[in-house]
């Protein structure tokens, strides 16, 4: 029902019914025709509506399922949405805040009060945050959508092949001079002028959706990093370069740190990564994306500042330091990295960054993804450690073995609802993971930006939540998205909850910003799922406003909405 005039638009009806329409014809006889035949007409009218009405109730039963809406504001993310289109100039590293006071930071490991109750921190920052350094100058909102899009394909791309190939292959051990071990003894002795190698063929789309700001070495060196929970390796460019793409921090120079140090070929670190080799006594690794992407060097320690979060640090934290952190040190990469200075893997790997502090803090952490479309004044931060861990208001649900990928985190999701209705429709077996091979189930990834869903849930999904928008005016599909709305002119609208069930009661009910999103500056708005024929993949457009709790020590994962800063 939409008042003329009136901005707010409310869409719990369904739409005009064929016996609506008879009603209203009949009321136009009556008062065109004379008095003499108002008895016959009321008469033929009292059929026809008996007819329509049996007719409705036989084809449009699906339409009577009363559904649970909630309020979309459009007139807010217009506002957010046309803010893309500002001019941004490219703002140097040293401007950007960093704390790294030598008088803040501790010389040694986390002590007993970190353990027992606090963590480390860092902030994280959307790619296209209007504060962030990676963000297109003079780019459109629909520029940066498609590309994002564009990105995310080869992401999920590139996470399939990755299953697909430890599937077929298991892991594999790779002695130099095999692989691109070969070329390292040329790049120690690199010119000076090698350092600034013109970045490699294909970089511009650039990588990852959310990075993080950290220091590493002695004395420290502030650096971005990549987020990814679908990786287990820390690793980021070293000089000298073989091959390095352009990052917007100088390259990491192990010569300048005194707490540098590489791994030994016989160490257990070494022999945990999935391709490794020897250079005299030093580890090579390798990590080979499914996108084509890759980096090659030697594997090593150093130290990795954070902030504290202990609440007696004051304003600002304090600094702590984490010593002998496993890492890679890259001298020949390539791939969709372009910005960055590397990766923080937070898989679910020996190797990975959660897996390594966490005889120190405790294997858990958790991160809060903030409006992706403009900074706010929460902080979107990444914890490590108890303090990871909210106090109250988080449901967690298990975490599901893959015994043939160790890296990624799967969940069992149960059910998908719209409107507060349960879909019955999808099959019970679509979310499940395959023990078998490893293939299928449910993975939650941090560098996914769309949900995907198994085809057969999508397809269900999608259609009920057309069928509770029929009153919205359709838009084209945009890109990977084939259900579109134009909501020009209109202030806000309801619109079907949408909410996923996982196993033991955890749910993710999502606000209408997390799946109705805007693609222009147009006021179109997109359902941001899509279909797939590999595994489900929970992306982070949905993730965003809850606080995602992974707890390595009891295997579960957990939501909470909320509580980002």
Same mark, same amino acid.
């Given at each position: ?26 009321? %136009?006889?009556?008062?065109? !025709? ?6 016959? %007409? ?5 059929? /026809? ?94 520029? %940066?959508? @498609? ?36 070329? *390292? $003894? ?9 350092? =600034? ?16 700001? *950290? ?5 420290? @060196?502030?650096? !971005? ?16 370069? *073989?091959?390095? !793409?352009? =990052? ?30 020897? =250079? ?62 590397? /990766? ?11 897996? =390594? ?23 979107? *931060? %990444? ?123 955890? $749910? ?7 799946? /109705? ?49």
């Amino acid at each position: 029902m939409r008042a003329i005039g009136d901005v707010m638009i409310l869409l719990r009806g369904r739409r005009r019914s064929s016996s609506e329409r008879v009603d209203s014809s009949c009321v %136009l006889l009556i008062m065109y !025709y004379s008095y003499y035949w108002l008895g016959v %007409l009321l008469t033929v009218c009292t059929g /026809l509506f008996e007819v329509s009405s049996a007719r409705q109730v036989f084809s449009d039963t699906a339409a009577e399922i009363s559904y649970a809406y909630q309020s979309l504001d459009v007139a807010g993310r217009t506002s957010k949405a046309a803010s893309w289109q500002d001019k941004f100039s490219w703002r140097p590293v040293s401007e950007l805040p960093m704390r790294t006071g030598s008088s803040t930071i501790t010389t040694t490991s986390l002590s007993h009060e970190h353990s027992r109750g606090h963590g480390v921190q860092a902030n994280l920052m959307h790619r296209y945050a209007p504060s962030s350094p990676f963000r297109p100058v003079n780019a459109t909102h629909e520029q %940066l959508m @498609k590309e994002s899009i564009a990105r995310d394909h080869v992401r999920v791309t590139g996470i399939h092949a990755y299953i697909q190939q430890r599937v077929l292959s298991g892991r594999m051990t790779i002695p130099a001079p095999q692989g691109r071990f070969h070329n *390292l $003894d040329q790049q120690f002795a690199a010119a000076a002028s090698d350092l =600034q190698a013109p970045v490699v063929s294909g970089l511009t789309m650039g990588s990852g959706e959310y990075f993080v700001r *950290l220091s590493i070495g002695t004395p420290p @060196k502030a650096t !971005y990093l990549v987020v990814d929970t679908g990786s287990d390796i820390l690793w980021l460019q070293c000089a000298p370069c *073989l091959n390095c !793409y352009q =990052q917007d921090d100088p390259v990491f120079n192990p010569s300048g740190s005194s707490t540098y140090a590489t791994v030994t070929c016989g160490s257990k670190l070494c022999q945990d990564l999935d391709i490794s080799g020897c =250079q005299m006594s030093d580890c090579l690794y390798q990590v080979d994306y499914g996108d084509g992407s890759f980096t090659v060097g030697e594997f090593s320690t150093d130290t990795i500042t954070l902030e504290s979060t202990a609440s007696t640090a004051g304003p600002g934290h304090a600094a702590v330091v984490l010593n002998s952190i496993p890492m890679g040190c890259g001298h020949d990469n390539e791939g969709y990295f372009v910005g960055a200075a590397g /990766l923080l893997g937070l898989g679910k790997g020996p190797l990975s960054f959660p897996s =390594q502090v966490g005889p120190a803090i405790g294997e858990k952490f958790s991160y809060c993804l903030t409006d992706r479309e403009t900074d706010t004044s929460d902080r979107s *931060l %990444l914890i490590f450690g108890n303090a990871s861990v909210p106090a109250s208001g988080v449901t967690f649900t298990p975490q599901v073995k893959n015994a043939r990928i160790g890296t990624f985190y799967y969940l069992q999701l149960t059910g998908i609802s719209v409107g507060g209705n349960l879909l019955d429709s999808i099959p019970t077996q679509v979310f499940q993971l395959d023990d078998a091979t490893g293939e299928g189930g449910v993975i939650i990834d941090s560098g996914t930006s769309v949900t995907r869903l198994a085809m057969p849930a999508y397809i269900a999904l999608r259609d009920a939540f057309r069928a509770g928008t029929r009153r919205l005016r359709p838009a084209p599909g945009f890109s990977l998205f084939d259900t579109c709305y134009n909501l020009a002119g209109m202030m806000s609208v309801d619109v079907p909850t949408v909410t996923l069930h996982f196993q033991n009661g955890a $749910d993710m009910d999502f606000p209408a910003s997390n799946y /109705l999103i805007p693609v222009d500056n147009s006021n179109t708005y997109c359902f941001a799922f899509a279909g797939t024929t590999g595994p489900s993949i929970i992306g982070n457009i949905q993730q965003q406003g809850f606080r995602i709790v992974f707890d390595n020590v009891n295997n579960q994962v957990g939501f909470v909405p909320g509580q980002c800063a």
